[in-house]
């Protein structure tokens, strides 16, 4: 076995440089990644009525008839909806509390809807509550295909 011998001074001092520079390396690599997390978040969704403005496609029960491809258009200012026929067609007043724009449909406005968007802003869970029928369904923002729905609990 070999006795170590202690290092001249020059070369102590360049080991010491060596092991702070790897030190201050690794402190500076994680400020590194969260910056690079920060920058990797997506942009918000739309704010205001803008995040409910648009078609929304998808698929609604309606009792005998199944799931059917279905669509609502909100109009820019998020306080009207526009059905397909499907739906019985027509213009009805919409209103916003929060998160969600609801409106009702139906003969007598028996029918209440609601469209809550998801963070994603492209994808929106939407209700229908009546008196025989309820349903809750994921709608995509102003795509040809529907998506298909998911029975209400």
């Known amino acids: 076995m070999e006795e170590e011998k202690p ?3 020059a070369e102590q001092s360049e080991a010491l ?5 790897k030190r201050s390396t690794t402190t500076g690599q994680p400020s590194a990644q969260t ?3 920060t920058q990797a978040t997506p942009a918000p969704a739309a704010q205001g009525p803008a995040r409910f ?3 929304w496609n998808g698929k609604v ?8 491809p279905t669509s609502v258009t909100v109009d820019s200012t998020a306080t009207s909806v526009e059905l397909n026929h499907n739906l019985g067609g ?4 919409a209103t916003i509390n929060g998160n969600t724009i609801s409106w009702h449909s139906g003969m007598m406005g028996e029918v209440t809807w609601t469209l809550t968007p998801n963070s994603d802003g492209q994808t929106a ?3 229908m509550k009546g008196m025989l029928l309820n349903d809750s369904a994921t709608f995509r923002r102003g795509q040809a295909g529907p998506a298909l729905s998911t029975k209400a609990r």
């Open 53 to 55: 403005a648009g078609m």
């Open 17 to 21: 440089k060596r092991k702070r520079s």
């Open 7 to 9: 290092k001249p001074a």
């Open 90 to 93: 027509g213009t009805r007043p």
């Open 35 to 37: 910056e690079t997390r």
């Open 61 to 68: 029960n309606q009792g005998l008839l199944g799931h059917v």
């Open 125 to 127: 869970q939407v209700t």
